[in-house]
């Protein structure tokens, strides 16, 4: 998996995000945000996910747009991710957008190695994911989550659930004790990505806590 750094690698902050090729150029968009808008040093390594649907999927579901279904990878993909994360001196932080930032959120179930998500826009429409963050207490202490106000408002009854699953994730994360918000973005789901997955991770820099 080809990775991107970025930022300053002395620092003991080190945001993981995980992304796609659609990504890739706005990393340094991101970045920047995030430069101007905290002034917390941060090094951010950015993971270039080859198959998003079957990398970032944490178990196998049927396609619900077009005919790409899902492919369970996730494992694999966060057992890749942690083989860079073994600096004990270091908080880290896990986030993205879409798929990426559902990944991130299982992942926070899956190891305590990650001290806060930041997940924008994140898929939570998943089948049996909010299934699974009943069941499954998450193992950090702060979540950043976000939604666009039009994602919700599609004729695709799968996608169309999202806006009451995000609900759902942040009750369950605030009934579990999670330094936890839900912003809501204005426009649809392909709109200001690379800012809103900055906003998230800014958020999450200042909340979450050191060590």
């Not at 993981?16 to 040093?41: H, L, M, Q, W």
């Not at 989550?145 to 605030?174: C, F, H």
Request: net charge negative; charged share 25%.
């Amino acid at each position: 998996m080809e990775k991107y750094e970025f930022g300053d690698r002395m620092s003991d902050t080190a945001l993981i995000f995980p992304c796609g090729d659609a990504d890739a150029d706005s990393i340094g968009r991101v970045t920047g945000y995030i430069e101007k808008n905290t002034g917390i040093p941060f090094s951010l390594t950015a993971f270039k996910i080859e198959d998003w649907n079957r990398d970032l999927s944490p178990w196998e579901a049927p396609a619900v747009f077009g005919n790409e279904s899902f492919g369970g990878g996730a494992e694999h993909t966060l057992d890749e991710i942690l083989g860079y994360c073994t600096d004990e001196s270091k908080t880290y932080l896990v986030g993205g957008y879409s798929l990426a930032g559902l990944f991130a959120l299982w992942a926070a179930h899956k190891t305590d190695i990650f001290s806060g998500v930041a997940a924008a826009s994140p898929s939570v429409w998943f089948p049996g994911f909010t299934d699974l963050m009943r069941n499954e207490k998450i193992r950090c202490g702060a979540v950043y989550l976000s939604l666009g106000d039009r994602e919700e408002k599609t004729r695709n009854p799968v996608m169309a659930s999202v806006g009451q699953k995000i609900r759902d994730a942040y009750s369950i994360l605030n009934e579990s004790g999670i330094s936890c918000v839900l912003e809501w973005n204005e426009g649809n789901h392909f709109k200001d990505t690379d800012i809103r997955t900055a906003k998230a991770f800014v958020w999450l820099m200042s909340h979450v806590k050191k060590g």
